[in-house]
């Protein structure tokens, strides 16, 4: 008998009706009189064979065969699921967070790696990245990218100085990024890279700010909103909000000419008020924007009607900012893997298993997340012999995949989601792992998948349309 696909979903969409397979990820579009037709044939005793389909929608069940939404096939589904398990990759580093300081000049009140917390502030290393362990670092990390196995004429590594704040420790900064830009010369795995740093802003400059163009290190300033209110929770260790001396920086990195993009945490307060997005963009020319949903930790819990608030806001300024030519990263992710029919297995670099990080006192981990335990930190940059791919932590960390997950294989949203964040899911409820669901993310997907399926029929009948 010919039946839906376990991954086979429904939609509601302006008038028509769209069926999607979760992991196959082409939606199909019917008209209500094609699936009620559709359904009546399902449940009648001659859906026993394609060919026995009525011809109305003969060329419909043709495509929902193609995309395995329909099957006539007992193990379609398990044969299906075992491909896409099959080629999930294996670890391979290829991104690496070097944490020039774990101190930082602020004491964000949600900070998840800990920096707003006195007892987990004791745990951070006082002492800076040495120029000797930078040094190292970076010979670590090209070991580590010719051991992954990947294309780099194809496959760009990328470098993202971090802390605390990096520019702490200003000149070691400057100094990895000369390092590797020489390397590049005689190493073929680095003719690629990119090098960002995600920055509070404070402590830019015009000297700094007209070295780091010229060193090509793009630079990614954190904000939590547009406005003082918005950022209330972004404070010094005295307690005062800094909004106004970020945007002075803002400023002075658009006078100089510099590429700034924005990372921007979305407070409860920053997602009450969208018409300021657009605002910021044009005032300073802002050309990158990332959102990131706030998380959870053991001393900062966010309410459920946040997760809601927070994922409608980024759909919605992603429709604003595309208009500008601006795609916002988070949305373009989903976008991508929707696009092209492609299974999006991981939104982390760290639950791909392609990360490292690089704490000031040579250890290397797996999340910056982790920082101030350094909890799944396995190994140090003196270790020539480290191979992710044979690391139990790095391997259980690559398979946090929603495929290998049993309570996420009957979600939509499976194919685009990616999984959030693993110490997400671990500090939002007592009992939780790594391996839990982080179900804030959860949100997010599902109503992202929502949005694309209704905007890719939006543009196929405005295209039907114009070619009448």
């Known amino acids: ?57 003969k060329d419909e069940v043709q495509l929902l065969k193609k995309w395995k939404i329909l099957s006539d096939k007992a193990d379609e589904d398990d044969r299906v699921l075992t491909f896409i398990r099959d080629h999930e990759p294996e670890p391979a580093i290829s991104v690496c967070y070097m944490i020039l300081s774990e101190q930082c000049n602020l004491a964000c009140k949600y900070c998840f790696l800990g920096n707003n917390d006195d007892e987990k502030r004791k745990h951070f290393n006082l002492e800076s990245m040495s120029e000797e362990n930078a040094s190292k670092a970076v010979d670590f990390f090209v070991k580590q990218l010719k051991k992954s196995g990947l294309d780099f004429e194809k496959e760009k590594p990328v470098v993202i100085f971090y802390g605390g704040e990096p520019l702490v420790n200003y000149s070691i900064l400057v100094y990895i990024a000369e390092k ?88 409860e307060e920053t997602v009450k008020h969208r018409e300021h997005v657009i605002d910021l963009v044009k005032k300073y ?100 012999d480290f191979d992710c791919k044979a690391n139990e932590d790095f391997i259980e960390w690559s398979k946090l995949s929603p495929v290998n997950k049993e309570e996420c294989l009957d979600c939509p949203a499976l194919g685009i989601c990616g999984g959030g964040c693993p110490l997400n899911a671990m500090y939002s409820k007592e009992g939780n792992t790594i391996h839990s669901i982080d179900t804030r993310f959860c949100v997010h997907a599902k109503k992202t998948l929502n949005f694309l399926i209704e905007d890719l029929y939006r543009v196929m009948q405005e295209r039907s349309k114009h070619s009448e």
């Open 180 to 267: 590797l830009t020489k390397l590049q010369e005689t190493e073929p795995c680095l003719q690629n890279l990119q090098m960002s740093m995600v920055t509070n802003g404070l402590l830019l400059n015009e000297e700094r700010i007209k070295k780091l163009i010229d060193l090509k290190v793009g630079i990614g300033v954190s904000i939590d909103g547009f406005t003082e209110e918005e950022n209330s929770m972004r404070i010094d260790r005295d307690g005062n909000t800094v909004f106004k001396k970020i945007l002075e920086k803002v400023s002075l990195c658009q006078q100089l000419g510099a590429n700034i993009s924005l990372s921007v945490t979305l407070s």
């Open 285 to 384: 020319g802002i050309k990158g924007f990332g959102f990131n949903i706030m998380m959870s930790s053991d001393t900062f819990v966010l309410p459920e009607s946040y997760n809601e608030a927070a994922a409608d806001f980024i759909i919605d300024e992603f429709k604003e900012l595309r208009e500008l030519g601006i795609m916002e990263d988070r949305m373009l992710r989903k976008l991508d893997a929707f696009s092209k029919a492609k299974v999006y297995y991981s939104d982390c670099a760290a639950t791909s298993g392609g990360q490292i990080v690089i704490a000031p006192n040579g250890q290397v981990g797996i999340c910056h997340g982790c920082l101030y335990d350094k909890k799944y930190f396995v190994t140090t940059i003196d270790d020539d």
């Open 1 to 57: 008998m010919v039946k839906l696909s376990r991954f086979a979903h429904t939609f509601e969409v302006d008038g028509a009706v769209a069926l999607y397979h979760s992991l196959r990820m082409k939606p199909v579009y019917l008209s209500r009189e094609s699936y009620q037709s559709l359904q009546a044939w399902l449940a009648s005793s001659f859906s026993d064979d394609f060919e026995h389909a009525p011809n109305e929608i």
